[in-house]
Nanobody
Framework: QVQLVESGGGLVQPGGSLRLSCAAS????????MGWYRQGPGKQRELVAS???????NYADSVRGRFTISRDNAKNTVYLQMNSLKPEDTAVYYC?????????????????WGQGTQVTVAS
């Protein structure tokens, strides 16, 4: 019913920047919180940043001051601007959204994950 698609990942040198996008599609009435998670090699998946429908943001200590999360409610899209990238930022980044959606059978609220996009920071 709802699909999240990430884009914008790739290879970047240390100190560089990337901008990730995640677009939600489907019969969406509204999206509550949205967030970005990442899972690096040999690591657990961790929350990178989140943003509520009201625009309140939260960041992991490791990215605070370097990353910025934002959203465009008209496009059902969340972004992650990543600056001053470090090798330890290398991970698969996953979009997550808490969605109010509908179908022929009613209206629902559920949590969805994107497929992930690879970010590699290396020389």
């Amino acid at each position: 019913q709802v699909q999240l698609v990430e884009s914008g990942g790739g290879l970047v040198q240390p100190g560089g920047s990337l901008r990730l996008s995640c677009a939600a599609s489907g019969i969406i009435f509204s999206i509550n919180a949205m967030g970005w998670y990442r899972q690096g090699p040999g690591k657990q998946r961790e929350l990178v940043a989140s943003i509520t429908d009201g625009g309140s943001t939260n960041y992991a200590d490791s990215v605070r001051g370097r990353f910025t999360i934002s959203r465009d409610n008209a496009k059902n899209t969340v972004y992650l601007q990543m600056n001053s990238l470090k090798p330890e930022d290398t991970a698969v980044y996953y979009c997550n959204a808490d969605v109010n959606y509908g179908s022929w059978y009613g209206r629902y609220r559920d949590n969805y994950w994107g497929q992930g996009t690879q970010v590699t920071v290396a020389s």
